[in-house]
Each structure stands twice: as C-alpha cells, then as structure tokens.
C-alpha cells in the first residue's frame, strides 16, 4: 500500500493527483474534471485499493500549483541548464530527470510542450525536453523508476520549489516582409531580460536595495526565497569551480550578506553537501580518480587558453615594430576611413542635428552588406548592438522602417536595446548596469557596440570632471582591447559666434579615441542657420544643397543634409577627407527615402584612372601623395 500512502500525503499538499496503467502510464480515469477540482481521500483510497501498483500522477498546473520541466536524457537535462532552467527539487526517472517549479500562480494558463512539436519560439526545439503546465500530467515517485532527489534538509514543500519564469527565444532571426509600424512588437528585438545575465549575488543586491533600502535584508517569513536564492547562488558557484570550503565561505557570505534570518549550521551543511553530493552523481567526469574536483582548474585552463595566458608573456621592443606594423595594416575598415575593427569612436554634435541618424543610418548599411553608405566604403557585414538610451518607441518605429527602406533587411546583425522595451533601466555608471552589458555583449557577440548618448547612459555624469570621463574611457578601453569597435555618442556645447561647438565636458574624454566625427546640420536659409546653430550652405565655397539635388533621381528631394567632418585623434592621415556632406531625400509622389552624398577623393581617383588618367596625374590632380593614389586604385 506504499503508493496508496504516499497518494494520500500528496493529496494533503494541495496536488491534485490520479491514478496511471502501469503498462502504457495512461491515466486510469477521467481525468479532465480533477484538472479544476483536487480528488476527495475516498476517491484515492478508492483507486489505490483497487489498483495498488499504479503509478501516481501529479496533474500539473494552477492547481495543484507545480509545473515540472521534463528532461528524457543528459543532453535534454544540459540543455535545460542553458536555458536557465534549474531547480534543486528533482526527481530521478528512467531515463533522465523531472525538475520541480512552483506555478506563477499569475493567472496566465501555461499548457504542455514538447520540444520535438514546437516552432522554437515558444518552447526550445530539443528533442526530449518537454514541459508539463496547465492541462498535462507528471509521473511522481514512488511509482516504479521514480525517486525524489531533495537537498538534504528540506522537505517536499512547493513553497521552496523556484519559481518559474517563462522561456523566451534569444533573438529574432529574421524580420518579417511585411513589417509595418502597426504590427510593430518591439519585444523581440530583445528577446531575453537582461536581469537573467545577472549573476544570483547581483539580482539579490539589487532586489534587496529597491524592496528593503532601510535595512539592506530580507526580512524573516514565508516566502522570503531564502532557500531558493541560497540553492540558486551554490548552483552557480558550483558551476564556475567552487568546491569544498570555497563553496561553503561563498555561500554562508551570500546568506549573511543578504538575510536576517540564516539557516542553521546544519541545514547550511547539509544543503551545501546534497548539492556537491548532486554534482558527483551527474558529474563524475569533473572529478579525477582520487575523487578530487578537477572542475575549477578546467576552467582556469580554459580561460588562460582563451586570454593567451600560459604562453611566454613579455614586453614590445622595436623588433616588434615590422610585425605589428603588418597586422595593423591587415586590419581592414570595417567603414572606411573612420571605423576599424578594435577602435573607439567618438560622433558629436549639437542637439537636433542628426547624429545619432547618421549613426544609425551608417549602422543599418553595415548590417545589411551594403558596398557604401554614401561616399563611404563598405568590406563586410557586421554585426551591431545598438544601445539607444534616449529615443522613445515611434521615433525608432519610423526609423527601422525607413531604414529598411533605404538600406535593406539587416535581419539579426541589427540589434537594439532601449529601455521601454521591458521597462527597464541601464546604468552604465553602477556594477548592475556594467554586468548587463557585459551580459548583451556576451549573448550577441557584436563586431560594433554603439552608446547613443554617452549623457543617459551615465545619468549624473559630470562633464567636466576629468575623473567622471575616466570611467567612460575605462569601459571604452575595455571594449576596445577585447576586440570592439566602440562608437560612442555625445552632444556638443552649444555654438558661439565664432563658429560650431566642440564636444561637451572634460578633454579627457579625447584621451582614448581613435577618430572623431562632427555632425552639423546645413541650412539654405541664413536665418534658419542661426536660429538653429547650424552652417548656411552659403558660407561654402561651392553651396552643397544644389550640388546634391543635382545627384537625385527624378521625383526626389532633399529634406536634410548634414556636414560629417571627421579626423584621426590619435594619428594623422592624409590618405582621406577631411569633411563629406551626407543628404537624406523623399520621392515627391510616393515618399520612397534614399540617401545622396559628396565623392570621395578615393572615387574622384577611380573615376579619374576610368578616364584615362595616370596615377602621377591623378595625384596631382588631387593634391594626395603618390603612394596613396597607388594604394587606392591597387597599382
């Protein structure tokens, strides 16, 4: 009657649970009605009497108030702890693992999936990973080939069960044809809350500042997920090489730093042991014939391995110079000639002037793999994180749009973030915001990260305080040395008379870029010019606004054209120009967009060397050395 005791003990949690044939583990009854109505103790006894070797089955659920995510196999179980999918409350099946959730008991009904039946956009497409919510069922021990696996010092109490949180997909893989801003859902452009990159130490610290400032810890009482956050915190010690006494002053700092009421010395022990007990059952590969844990220093080799550590290390002597000298000039642009792969690049101007649309238009036509945007060359797509810390949903709405009008589907290469997407603020000057940064570049592996502006992404910042720029530079460095290219967004002072302003605060901020641009809008009207600090196309040589036009294919106009004056900060350069003029236009008659731009002097050689002309000519020519013009048309 071992089933029937144990059927009853369920029952009295508050599972609704039935009776399945042991030969096809096929429920006994109907089922349908005890999915909203838990049985009566006549109706078990009833079943378990009649039926006494019949596995228990726990109906999943609001109800009963458990989900369970069901692991057929090791790799199904790896891949649950990918998608974050951990729990310590599991049970052993035949052939893999149930892991234990508590329902959100939100509301929101939650129904089966199976990995092998989904699309992958609501559930993960993996053969043997399934999920029993709302309307399905779980075989629970003692049936046949089930056995609870439960820290030591804990009972079978949902109340201690994680809570669950609902998969998302990671990112959008390609953007529908027939976008359009009414069916815009932004959400997927970030697909995964960036909270769930944080380590458990980090999401503590900031849960308890917002919700406990006055004390800074979690007050004593039920549901206070103490035990949750300590289990959680030792899994993911465990899982970086924590073993042994380093597991165990790691975890009893996290419990005391965060709660006011601790576990016992002896449920910590027991909790702490159960866990690595955990790991050598579904781990023994992590541990040499001694028993020693060898995890740790896996990963320690691994990173070293990664970092070029291990390697003899010593310092750049002249001999170096030659071969330096070869891999920087390998380097290719990834926009020629102001951003290269490894750089810092700083776009400035005045407010309402367009740099972040030239930014995100210069972006948009790298992701797409486009040849030029504008009089600028193109080698390669890439892949862009777009930080926008300040535009609101229907300017990015109109934006993307029309982007994709003029440059292109960028499908996944493209990807924003932006706080009204889920609400949610980043603090680029706070360790929580730099650990959800490190967090989306991780996740996405960018060639390019943008920070548009660099004024909200560090909210308080003080201008001109050399040592508040230091910790922007410090980021941007860091980025950089990892292989990033970095363009970083700024507003410039407002203009004098004399002429346009420079870049905002300290000149510390100059200390660590390779390039700097300038956007200033141009003007056909004079007056228009000074009201907006802008340049009046008249004060050129040769007014650009007819230059342009002239450009156009019929029907189209010029709306908007801006100065792009760009300069190598930590070299200089006579290989390209100095300032480009960029204009955006509309079709009269359908409001098709395009982009129209000034001739390089990289074009002016090639168009010159089409016409006939020799290189001595064309340098001449175009006042540009020799060896440049060489370069450019490969002589």
């Known amino acids: 009657m071992k089933n029937l005791e144990a059927a009853l003990e369920l029952l009295d949690m508050g599972w609704s649970i039935i009776p399945c044939r042991p030969d096809t583990k096929r429920p006994r009854i109907k089922w349908k009605e005890f999915q909203e109505t838990l049985p009566t103790e006549e109706q078990v006894t009833d079943w378990w009497t009649k039926f006494p070797d019949d596995p228990i089955a726990l109906i999943t659920g609001s109800l009963s108030g458990v989900v369970v995510v069901d692991c057929d196999n090791e790799e199904a179980l790896h891949a649950a702890f990918d998608c974050g999918m951990k729990s310590p409350f599991r049970a052993k099946t035949k052939r893999g693992h149930h892991l234990y959730f508590r329902h959100p008991a939100d509301g929101l009904r939650r129904g089966p999936r199976a990995g092998l039946m989904t699309r992958g956009s609501d559930w993960p497409k993996i053969d043997g990973l399934d999920f029993r919510g709302d309307g399905s069922y779980a075989l629970v021990p003692p049936s046949k080939n089930y056995s609870w696996e439960i820290p030591k010092g804990f009972s079978l109490d949902p109340e201690d069960f994680p809570i669950w949180k609902d998969w998302k997909p990671q990112i959008k893989s390609e953007f529908d044809d027939s976008f359009s801003f009414n069916d815009l859902d932004l959400s997927d452009v970030v697909a ?77 022990e027991a909790t702490v042991r159960s866990m690595e007990e955990s790991e050598r059952r579904n781990h023994p590969d992590r541990f040499d014939e001694k028993g020693e844990y060898i995890h740790r220093k896996r990963i320690e080799e691994a990173k070293a391995e990664e970092n070029g550590e291990g390697r003899s290390r010593r310092l750049i002597t002249m001999g170096d110079a030659k071969e330096l000298a070869e891999k920087s000039d390998a380097r ?133 305080s050399s040592d508040e720029w230091a910790k922007v530079n410090q980021l941007a460095v860091r980025l950089r040395n990892s292989g990033y290219a970095v363009i970083l967004v700024h507003h410039s002072n407002k203009p004098s008379e004399s002429g346009v302003g ?37 004060s050129y040589d040769r ?87 060489k370069d450019w048309l490969e002589v």
Not at 197 to 210: F, G, I, K, P, Q
Not at 250 to 263: N, P, V
Not at 585 to 613: F, P
């Open 192 to 268: 995964m809350n960036p909270i769930e990159l944080m380590s458990e130490w980090d999401r503590t610290a900031r849960y308890v500042r917002e919700t406990y400032p006055n004390t800074m810890k979690i007050p004593s009482g039920v549901g206070n997920g103490r035990n949750e956050r300590v289990m959680k915190y030792i899994s993911e010690q465990i899982l970086e090489g924590n073993f042994g006494a380093e597991l165990r002053v790691r975890g009893y700092a996290f419990m005391t730093e965060f709660f006011e009421e601790h576990l016992s010395v002896a449920e910590f």
């Open 332 to 464: 290719e642009f990834l926009i020629e000639p102001w951003l290269s792969p490894a750089s810092i690049t700083q776009v400035y101007g005045y407010s309402g002037h367009g740099k972040s649309l030239f930014v995100q238009n210069a972006m948009a036509s790298l992701a797409s793999g486009r040849k030029y945007f504008g009089c600028f060359e193109i080698n390669k797509p890439s892949k862009i994180l777009y930080l926008d810390f300040e535009m609101g949903m229907s300017t990015i709405a109109r934006r993307l749009l029309e982007m994709k009008q003029v440059h292109g589907d960028t499908k996944d290469r493209l990807q924003i973030w932006t706080p009204f997407v889920d609400n949610h603020e980043m603090n680029l000057r706070t360790k929580e915001g730099l650990v959800e940064l490190q967090g989306w570049v991780d996740f996405i592996k960018p060639d390019v990260i943008v920070v548009d502006t660099i004024r909200t992404a560090y909210p308080g910042l003080m201008e001109n």
């Open 502 to 538: 420079r870049e905002a605060g300290s000149t510390n901020q100059l200390t660590v870029l390779e390039t700097q641009i300038r956007v200033t809008q141009v003007y056909q009207d004079e007056e228009t010019a000074k009201q907006n600090a802008a340049i009046y196309d008249g």
């Open 543 to 629: 007014p650009v606004w007819p230059m342009l036009s002239a450009r156009l294919m019929k029907d189209f106009q010029l709306y908007m054209v801006m100065e792009i004056r760009y300069g190598k900060v930590r070299e200089w350069t006579d290989a390209h120009d100095r300032v480009q003029w960029i204009g955006l236009a509309a079709n009269n008659q359908t409001d098709e967009r395009c982009i129209v731009s000034s001739s390089s002097t990289k074009q002016k050689s090639k168009d010159m060397a089409l016409d006939g002309k020799d290189v001595e000519e064309i340098s001449r020519a175009l006042s540009k050395p020799l060896r440049v013009i």
